[in-house]
């Protein structure tokens, strides 16, 4: 089942802003929007799965961090 994040819950999920969210988009670092409607002001989501693997990797390479500080 594919289950679709609005803007308010990825940033629930992130703990970032809207423009911040968009500007990770923009350079590539963060999963791209699902455009649900037509026109620049239409609907968006975020795959939850995407946000997720993407929040993984994040707790991954932190703790490749504190492994390594060791």
Request: hydrophobic share 35%; no cysteine.
């Amino acid at each position: 089942m594919v289950r679709l994040l609005s803007k308010r819950q990825l940033k629930e999920m992130v703990l970032y802003t809207g423009q911040h969210i968009q500007r990770l988009e923009d350079a590539g670092k963060f999963p791209k929007r699902v455009r649900l409607g037509d026109g620049p002001r239409g609907r968006v989501g975020w795959l939850e799965s995407e946000v997720l693997e993407w929040l993984r990797e994040r707790i991954e390479a932190r703790n490749k961090e504190a492994g390594n500080a060791t």
